[in-house]
């Protein structure tokens, strides 16, 4: 599964309500270790079609990045039936991102 | 067994990686995060040679779509020791060992850490590295930034645009960065400068709300409010892992010359982990064409 791009008025149905677990990347255009990260999130949303993984550019979204206390990206944020359960700041390695993803 | 292991994917490991698969040396690159090292936070590249503007991301993209053109290999595991075996090198990650007749340490550097209680929980909650990277994130907010070098006067200047009030917070009386970035400092009304202090205690919640700094002169401690910290006290060198093959100097630099050359017969360095004078973009792929041009001699010796 692709990542979807997430807006306010989205989020609530495609995180909050998903039945799945999701990873929510927050993220911008112009930071280059969210660039980064990027493709390795598409590998993972590839391999593991069971988590929904989704983006949210937060120069777009500044409501949804100040709920979430989002300060500095890239920032992993997962969640489990509409709760935050893990949070991951900085570019972080594939593995890193699968144990994130574990708990 | 590899003709050459190259331990780091930035600039100038995967410049050495260039080479080495020119001279027709099989190669694997080992990185512990991503390709791009430190480059990566530089949004706008302006003074390597050819392009006017690209950014970091871009850049070292493009570098490594070459290096793995050339046949390069790439692994993304954690190199944490080197063992000088018979007639070879092992290089033990997290995950495996491999071997290679030589070695490229190409690890970089990273961000010196003050080294407070809670300081890593903290990163992205209230306290970080890169006042460029992070400043939007505290418009109209107050922060402290902590240093005394050219970084920290520089996102003082930066974050004294963006936030109501800026601390900056400095261990000596004096800055060891350009008197022009000081000076203009000195101007901005939103900018208090505290000399001879230091952050000696990070108080949050859930995420930073207070720092104890303490005079290290009359040994007084006062109480800060803030949103955030920037820590900007240099860089170090991460070859900790190799020290007990490799000879470091004092701060941890790997010791070695223009050509590249440990101390150690088979393992060569390259980039910001070297002791050097100037350590830029192009420094970095300079000593990357070097270290694998000395490594190939070795290997055809």
């Known amino acids: 599964m692709a990542m979807t791009e997430v807006t306010k008025e989205t989020f609530e149905a495609e995180v909050l309500k998903a039945e799945s677990l999701v990873l929510a990347d927050f993220n911008a255009d112009w930071c280059g270790p969210c660039k980064s990260m990027r493709p390795m999130l598409e590998e993972l949303a590839e391999a593991r079609p069971e988590i929904k993984i989704v983006s949210i550019n937060i120069d777009e979204e500044d409501e949804l990045t100040d709920e979430y206390d989002v300060i500095s990206i890239p920032c992993l944020v997962v969640f489990k039936n509409g709760e935050e359960v893990n949070r991951s700041v900085g570019l972080i390695s594939r593995d890193a991102i699968a144990e994130l993803v574990e708990g | ?301």
């Not at chain 2, 407070?116 to 992205?124: F, K, N, W």
């Not at chain 2, 955030?228 to 006290?233: E, K, M, S, T, W």
């Open chain 2, 1 to 301: 067994m590899y003709d050459i292991i190259i331990i780091g994917a930035g600039p100038a490991g995967m410049t050495a990686a260039i080479y080495a698969r020119r001279a027709a040396k099989s190669v694997l690159v080992l990185e512990a995060v991503n390709y791009g090292g430190q480059i990566l936070n530089t949004p706008d590249i302006e003074n390597y040679p050819l392009e006017a503007h690209i950014s970091g991301f871009d850049f070292s993209t493009r570098v490594y779509e070459q290096a793995k053109g050339l046949g390069a290999e790439f692994v993304f595991e954690k190199a944490v020791e080197i063992r000088n075996a018979e007639g070879c090198k092992e290089v033990i990650t997290q995950k495996s060992t491999y071997k290679a007749k030589a070695v490229i340490l190409a690890t970089g550097s990273e961000n010196r850490k003050l080294g407070l209680e809670e300081e890593e929980r903290l990163v992205g909650r209230g306290v970080s590295y890169c006042a460029t990277c992070d400043g939007n994130f505290y418009r109209k907010k107050t922060v402290a930034v902590v240093g005394g070098g050219n970084t920290a006067l520089e996102d003082a200047l930066y974050m004294s645009d963006l936030a109501e009030k800026v601390y900056l917070i400095h261990r000596r009386d004096s800055f060891r960065g350009e008197e022009t970035n000081a000076a203009r400092l000195k101007e901005r009304e939103n900018v208090e400068i505290l000399y001879n202090a230091k952050v000696t205690k990070l108080i949050a919640e859930k995420r930073l709300k207070e720092i104890e700094v303490t005079d290290t002169i009359t040994g007084s401690v006062r109480t800060i409010e803030l949103n955030g910290l920037f820590i900007a006290v240099g860089r170090v060198p991460e070859n900790q892992n190799f020290a007990s093959v490799i000879d470091l100097d004092d701060a941890g630099y790997v010791l070695a010359g223009e050509d590249c050359h440990t101390n150690c017969d088979g393992i060569f360095v390259a980039g910001d982990n070297r002791t050097k004078t100037l350590r830029q973009l192009v420094t970095a792929t300079a000593d990357g064409a070097m270290a694998a041009t000395e490594a190939v001699k070795y290997l055809n010796n």
